[in-house]
């Protein structure tokens, strides 16, 4: 069984700060990892993904995360927050294997507040 | 490219009633899911399909959900009777690679 475990329910940050919101999980072999973030009364919007090759990867907004398969993490960063980056923000897992269903495992998401 | 649409976006029953939920997907996407986010937490999969035909649906509680999706492009996830504990946002995605979600349907049950 796939999981995906994120350990913050709220992370405050004062903008202009770097942000981090953190992620991990556990999937058997090969996973694909997703961060989407939701806004108040709207659905879930695809922030950036991780398949293969480089750990660093950047997505929408400014937005990155780091792949680390020795600590079987998967946090989202970015450099200098802004205000409007305040929302809730999820990390999913997929297992990578021929065939599957396309299953996401979503967190149980963490509430970011970028404060003035 | 118009995005997922659901339909209604607020919805509020009395329990052992039963509700409808309507999800038009992205032209073109053969994969649709449907989700349950129960407030707090992350969505959970209800059910899968791939054109017409049911993927997964492990996760739908089958004594009182059903989905179809008869012509391979809209869907729609009935519960019947409605539960307290079925109060949550109904989230209807639709991918050909990412997937892509509409706004939901938050249904209260009092």
């Known amino acids: 069984a796939q999981s995906v475990a994120q350990p913050e329910d709220q992370v405050n940050v004062a903008e202009g700060n770097p942000l981090t919101v953190k992620c991990t999980y556990s999937v058997s072999g090969n996973p694909y990892l997703f961060w989407y973030v939701q806004y108040p009364n709207r659905g879930l919007q695809f922030l950036l993904k991780?398949?293969?090759?480089?750990?660093l990867v950047k997505g929408s907004y400014g937005f990155e995360a780091e792949f680390n398969k020795s600590q079987t993490s998967f946090h989202l960063k970015k450099p200098s927050a802004l205000v409007s980056d305040s929302a809730l923000y999820f990390c999913a897992v997929r297992a990578l294997i021929t065939g599957s269903a396309r299953q996401l495992t979503f967190g149980s998401g963490t509430q970011l507040t970028v404060l003035p | 490219e118009a995005g997922v649409a659901q339909s209604p976006r607020y919805k509020i029953i009395e329990k052992r009633q039963s509700v409808a939920f309507w999800c038009n997907p992205i032209?073109?996407?053969?994969?649709l899911y449907w989700y349950q986010q129960i407030l707090g937490q992350g969505p959970k999969l209800l059910i899968q399909f791939q054109n017409n035909g049911v993927v997964d649906d492990s996760q739908l509680p089958k004594d009182r959900f059903s989905a179809e999706r008869l012509k391979g492009v809209d869907s729609t996830l009935k519960i019947q009777p409605a539960k307290l504990e079925d109060s949550a946002v109904y989230l209807c995605a639709s991918s050909s690679s990412e997937q892509y979600f509409g706004p939901g349907t938050r249904l209260t049950v009092t």
């Open positions: 991780y398949i293969t090759g480089d750990n």
């Open positions: 032209s073109g996407h053969a994969t």
